[in-house]
């Protein structure tokens, strides 16, 4: 897939995904010696969006499974298609010779099979990008079957038999941390831990989003962030509100964020009720506005 370190964070760079060394270099070792990278880390923080930079950088499909509570293996896998089998017994019960077990047999074979992401991402004639998404989400009997899958590459699969992976797909597990990912699964994954940007790297990604602005109003910006995030709020901002927020300051053609403009902002900034109660406190937002410009001027000088 990757060739160096450098090419996975000039190529990700290409797609619009700003990453540092650390994630570049597990990328390359994970495409390499074929291991899951499992991502943890804050929500909007970047982390399905990197199997979808690297899929995008490589030229690769994403075959993706949205996690959720109580989904089972015929989500993920597949199953037979009920309506073709029973049309296939009715075509051949209209022949005068059916061999019954042979065709009990054909019926259980892949054609009468719809795949399900695991499975498709197995049989690609070209490796894919398998995103796991929320695996937090599952329960431990669903992370234990993934054990198959993703330590030998291959798939049991009750009346089908076992699948050998044609491809083997570059994986991606991301969780919230909702629920802690067992250990059989951490130890056959690198683990990247995902955290708020840098400002440096917070401006760099604006910058990418809203290419119109100026380089202070994304420096303005990534401070803001990292004075939200110090305010212990119960939903700090993510990247993706603040890139929501910068796209709405460019509608509005403003350029920077000032005291005057709290209660406009707040349906943008604040996502719980104790949020919106803490940055209405009129000094505190005063003090949120000067922190940001001070985070700012920092950015520049480092
Ligand atoms: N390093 C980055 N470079 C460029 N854009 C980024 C980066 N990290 C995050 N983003 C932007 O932030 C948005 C949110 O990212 P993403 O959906 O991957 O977050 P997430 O960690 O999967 O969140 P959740 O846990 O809520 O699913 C994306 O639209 C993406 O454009
Ligand atoms: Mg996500």
Not at 75 to 98: M, N
Not at 176 to 184: K, S
Not at 206 to 215: D, E, I, V, Y
Request: aromatic share 6%; proline share 5%.
């Amino acid at each position: 897939m990757f060739s160096s370190v450098e090419e996975v964070w000039s190529k990700l760079l290409v797609t619009g995904y700003i990453t540092e060394h650390v994630t570049a270099t597990v990328v390359y070792l994970a495409a390499k010696l074929n291991r899951p990278i499992l991502l943890e880390g804050p929500p909007g923080s970047g982390k399905t969006e990197l199997a979808y930079a690297v899929a995008k950088a490589t030229g690769a499909e994403v075959e993706r499974l949205q996690c959720f509570e109580g989904i089972n293996e015929e989500k993920a896998i597949g199953k037979f298609d009920e309506t073709l089998q029973r049309l296939a017994v009715e075509l051949h019960s209209k022949s005068c010779s059916v061999e019954w077990e042979q065709l009990r047999e054909e019926l259980h074979t892949q054609p009468f099979f719809t795949s399900g992401p695991l499975l498709r991402a197995l049989q690609q004639p070209k490796p894919c990008v398998l995103l796991i998404d929320e695996l937090d989400k599952v329960d431990q009997a669903f992370e234990a079957m993934l054990l198959e899958l993703l330590s030998v590459w291959q798939m049991s699969i009750p009346k089908l038999g076992l699948i050998r992976a044609r491809t083997i797909p570059f994986v991606v597990l991301t969780s919230n941390e909702e629920r802690r990912i067992g250990d059989p699964l951490r130890r056959r994954s690198f683990y990247l831990r995902v955290e708020h940007p840098t400002p440096q790297r917070e401006t760099k990604i604006l910058q990418l989003r809203t290419p119109g602005k100026s380089a202070e109003f994304h420096r303005h910006m990534a401070g803001l962030a990292k004075a939200l995030r110090g305010w212990s709020l119960e939903k700090p901002p993510s990247i993706s509100e603040m890139l929501d927020l910068a796209q709405a300051l460019e509608l509005l053609q403003e350029e920077r964020i000032t005291s005057e403009m709290r209660d406009v902002l707040l349906p943008l900034l604040a996502k719980t009720e104790a949020d919106r109660r803490k940055l209405l406190l009129r000094d505190g937002w005063a003090s949120l506005v000067y922190d940001a410009h001070q985070y700012s001027v920092e950015t520049i000088e480092q």
